[in-house]
């Protein structure tokens, strides 16, 4: 099925109604976009725009990997996961795992099979969620199969979800020695819920061990390959680069549990199993038969980059387990095999047959180099911890292979204290590239989209590694791959193609979900046992990638780009470790009262949580127990520009207190934390869209048992903080944006094409005056593509897979300024051809 609606052509029904949409709408005043294609920026990295795989979601195996069979070689821990007996009533015999003579010492493990009469007996494996099949396609099976006494037949059956067979084949002739066989398999008709049987008919006793089905129709038809619709839409996004294999499991929750290369390269019988992270990190999602055997191992990854036509990029572990679990390390004089890793890699991807692991890389089939330029060194690490790892790794393989990119990382958040520790650090380092994450609602990607306007350009480049936008919370089982999702990722994206001189790469994550085995949503694709479709901000994604262009064009806009900002949301009291006490709380714009509370008659106006002890009595609010980390709110986002006074007093615990305020959508809010960090700073934090900044911090202490006058005034993005009537912090915080415009240029040199990229992200049309200032013409042939919805909520699903997608336009561009009408909540891709 092709998804792809550029390729497919437009979808008339979108088209219809966006034009309803812009005809039915009010526009928002005037936007003026000035292109200085006679300035041009920053030449634009040809692989910018890239994908990020990690196996999450069943993102390998029972995903990409196109293996049908789970647990092949029965090395889970519990070595029948995956399988069931299946022994009629008149059946006599056994189904045991055992490990003597085993076919390979990589997988020692192996299925014995004993019959004692004619009726069959043997096993069924239910695949990942069932096994996917498709009417008259062929299906291989292959086993290593060791005929041990008797001469029973090999039954191999095809089961649907309802029972009925599917297609069925018969092994005779069986040999006493390890032998691979095989037969073709071709359903007689579609089951995504299918499984497959193995049974002996008639006496005697069968070893079977490495038993696959593997649909025929693969990407590039390989054996033993690769799911083609899946690659096709990796494919289809036209990536720069791919980076591989994780993400966390590149660092394991231990150790022991980390990602080797080594390990996954070679026959296919030599790589050993191992546990997969993403099986036992979420209590919500667990995934006990989640395991990796590196059917997809680094040889299939460079392999398929090569397909792609995209920079590999692989990310190795630099002695460090994953840090929000054991946080392990290897001491720095015992890292020196992580970093031999690191040198034989490189020379299996680039080394010639002459050396050890070139030769391995042309045993497997590729006698081409495959011109590895980039290396990643740690995932999502932080700390000094991680410096001095990164110090040693850079030290040997800068003076061995000082043509290699290194990609360093600055920890799991885009403005916390780890990477307000990692970013000046690695800069006075002059790392190469340093990759930065960012998980969080729109907000933050719509606010964000100047982020790198005034980052050095000397410093360090910015791999954006990780990203995507939440509608609900991090690691929520309720986030949707929403438009809104979608759109503000797109606004951020310009950010990020203006600024192509320092965010030199940049990639979505995840990459894949299993619509039945997901352990993290959004994801870029969604996929189940048959079908895959592309989510919008797939799309988003797709629009950048193909449109990328060679030059970077500066841009001005004028006019209303934004809606006048103010400073809005409630408010909240709050402890952390420590039991305290609020009263005369006040809330004033200007001479109007927006909200008094003295608690004389209780909690009125306040959302008070059902497990957290808060008491009002006497006048006073009181949360009583020291070790409880607790918050009461009031007031909404309608609440502008006022300021906030009360009174507050410590009863017990190691810290203070904290006083919350524009507190308002998507996670996104101010807090004065007095007494913090142990009692000993007062600090300015800022949450947008679920990622924390420390603003501003200054040496202060609160006394247990004394009452303190608190006054906060909310003037635009200034916030001034009192403590009993003197002035103690004062910041510009910057205010979250919702409704902007946002617009980028590039030009694209082989078609002489001006490429502009606008987002408009108001409830209402933008009418845009253009300039392309330098141009003295424009030729014949502009074109628009737009991206557009019916609400904020739309998404793609399996039935709708392209409910959300780009579609063309008529673009009426006759001369170098001209109007173009931006619908409301799209992204619209302009291209204007030029003179030379």
Request: neutral net charge.
């Amino acid at each position: 099925m092709n998804t792809n609606p550029l390729a497919a052509g437009a979808s008339r029904r979108s088209i219809v109604l966006l034009s309803a949409l812009m005809l039915a709408l009010p526009v928002v005043g005037q936007v003026t976009l000035t292109v200085h294609t006679d300035r041009p920026g920053a030449r634009i990295n040809p692989a910018m725009w890239g994908i990020f795989f990690e196996d999450i979601n069943l993102g390998a195996d029972g995903g990409l990997y196109a293996e049908l069979v789970k647990n092949r070689s029965f090395e889970f821990p519990e070595p029948m996961t995956g399988w069931f007996m299946i022994r009629p009533s008149h059946a006599r015999g056994e189904v045991v795992v055992r490990q003597d003579r085993p076919f390979h010492a990589a997988n020692p493990h192996f299925l014995r099979i004993r019959s004692e009469a004619t009726t069959p007996i043997g096993v069924s494996n239910e695949g990942f969620r069932g096994m996917g099949v498709r009417a008259g396609e062929g299906y291989d099976f292959t086993a290593q199969v060791r005929l041990v006494s008797g001469v029973p037949a090999v039954l191999i059956e095809l089961v649907g979800a309802d029972g009925d067979t599917l297609a069925e084949a018969r092994l005779k002739g069986l040999a006493a020695d390890w032998q691979q066989r095989s037969v073709t398999l071709r359903p007689r008709r579609t089951d995504a819920k299918a499984r497959l049987n193995v049974l002996l008919e008639g006496p005697g006793t069968v070893d079977f061990d490495m038993v696959s089905l593997f649909p025929q129709k693969t990407w590039k038809d390989r054996a033993g390959g690769l799911r083609a619709d899946m690659v096709q839409m990796l494919a289809d996004l036209k990536p720069g680069f791919m980076r591989f294999p994780g993400g966390c499991i590149v660092e394991g929750s231990e150790l022991d549990k980390r990602y080797q290369w080594k390990n996954t390269i070679g026959p296919i019988e030599e790589r050993r199993l191992l546990i997969n992270r993403w099986n036992y990190e979420f209590k919500h999602r667990p995934a006990p038969d989640y395991f990796q055997s590196f059917g997809l191992g680094f040889f299939e990854f460079f392999q398929l980059c090569e397909d792609l036509g995209a920079e590999p990029l692989p990310i190795l572990n630099c002695g460090m387990a994953c840090q929000f679990n054991s946080g392990e390390l290897v001491p720095l004089e015992q890292l020196d095999p992580y970093i031999q890793d690191a040198l034989d890699l490189i020379e299996f991807a680039n080394g010639p047959v002459s050396t050890p692991w070139g030769a391995k890389r042309v045993a497997m089939g590729h006698p081409e180099p495959f011109n590895l330029k980039m290396l990643g060194i740690g995932n999502e690490q932080w700390g000094q911890q991680y410096l001095d790892r990164y110090v040693a790794f850079a030290k040997v393989l800068k003076a061995k292979h000082p043509d290699i990119v290194l990609v360093s990382d600055a920890g799991p958040s885009p403005a916390d204290e780890r990477f307000d520790f990692l970013w000046p650090r690695l800069a006075e380092l002059k790392a190469d590239i340093v990759d930065q994450h960012c998980y969080a609602n729109p907000i933050w990607f719509f606010s964000s989209a100047h982020r790198f306007d005034k980052y050095d350009r000397q410093g360090p480049k910015v791999f954006f590694g990780e990203y995507a936008a939440q509608s609900d919370q991090i690691v929520s089982v309720h986030n949707r791959n929403n438009w809104q999702c979608a759109l503000a990722e797109a606004a951020f994206m310009t950010g990020m193609e203006r600024n192509a001189d320092v965010v030199r790469l940049a990639s979505y994550a995840p990459l894949f979900g299993h619509a039945d085995g997901w352990q993290w949503r959004p994801n870029l694709i969604w996929a189940d046992n048959l079908r895959v479709y592309g989510t919008p901000s797939y799309y988003v994604q797709q629009l950048f990638s193909r449109n990328r262009g060679d030059v970077v064009l500066p841009v001005t806009l004028a006019g209303e780009v934004t809606a006048p900002a103010v400073a809005r949301g409630g408010i909240g009291l709050a402890t952390y470790r420590t039991a305290a006490e609020f009263q005369d709380v006040r809330v004033m714009r200007g001479s109007e009262t927006l909200f008094t509370s003295d608690f004389a008659t209780g909690t009125a106006g306040w959302q008070l949580p059902a497990d957290a002890p808060w008491t009002a009595r006497d006048g006073v609010l009181r949360q009583a127990d020291q070790n409880a980390t607790s918050a009461v709110w009031a007031g909404n986002e309608h609440w502008t520009e006022y300021t906030l006074t009360l009174r507050a007093r410590k009863l017990a615990g190691s810290e203070g207190f904290i006083i919350v305020f524009r507190n308002a959508f998507q996670n996104t809010r101010v807090q004065w934390n007095l007494g913090g960090w142990g009692n000993s700073r007062h600090g300015l934090q800022a949450w947008l869209g679920v990622q924390e900044q420390l603003v501003a911090q200054t040496p202060g202490h609160i006394e247990t048992g004394r009452w303190y006058d608190v006054k906060i005034e909310l003037r635009g993005p200034r916030v001034t903080c009192y403590l009993d009537g003197k002035q103690v912090q004062s910041a510009e915080i910057p205010l979250p944006v919702q409704d902007g415009f946002y617009a980028s240029a590039v030009r694209d040199n082989a078609a002489n094409e001006v490429i502009l990229k606008m987002v408009n992200a108001a409830a209402q049309p933008r009418r845009v005056a253009v300039q392309l200032q330098g141009v003295a013409e424009v030729g014949a042939g502009a074109r628009a593509t737009v991206l557009a919805a019916e609400s904020l909520a739309a998404e793609n699903d399996f039935e709708h897979p392209t409910r959300v997608a780009p579609h063309q336009q008529e673009a009426r561009v006759r001369s170098p300024r001209f109007r173009h009408t931006v619908p409301a909540h799209a992204l619209v891709v302009l291209r204007i051809p030029v003179g030379r």
